[in-house]
């Protein structure tokens, strides 16, 4: 993934904030909307499209545009830097590859060490019937 190439494709628009806020979230447009085509996108490889395709399918739009939004501050310019920042952590999460899980087998000891322990809670639920006397 090429992160410069990909910042330049970003597309912004400032919307209104939703919420309490009063006056001033009624007349300023904080809020900011992060576009980003996929399918139409040169910083991405064919195989790392199809990747985040797999991992971001419900984010992405039928057009293959990921949408991200933040209106977390009061300042534009603040929301924009975390809407990209969230952008970059999204795709290179969607893009790590996940380790192969070995196959391990539980050691004699520990084997041993829970048919122990399950003896012994038998045993003790054993012990709390009533005893029989005939």
């Known amino acids: 993934m090429n992160r410069e190439r990909a910042i330049q494709e970003l597309n912004f628009k ?3 904030s ?5 006056q001033h979230v009624n007349k300023v447009s904080t809020k900011v909307e992060l576009n ?3 399918e139409n996108s040169s910083a991405l490889s064919l195989e790392e499209k199809k990747r985040v395709f797999r991992k971001l ?4 739009t039928k057009e293959g545009v990921l949408q991200l939004q933040c209106s977390d501050t009061r300042s534009q310019h603040k929301n924009k830097e975390l809407v990209i920042q969230n952008f970059i952590e999204t795709l290179e999460n969607a893009l790590k590859r996940r380790k192969k899980r070995r196959k391990t087998k539980p ?15 038998a045993l003790k639920k054993a012990n709390r019937s009533k005893p029989d006397l005939s």
């Open 57 to 60: 399918g419900n984010r992405i």
């Open 14 to 16: 400032a919307v209104r």
């Open 107 to 121: 050691s004699r000891s520990s084997i041993e060490r829970r048919l122990k322990s399950k003896k012994k809670h």
């Open 36 to 38: 980003f085509n996929i």
């Open 18 to 22: 939703s919420g309490a806020g009063g």
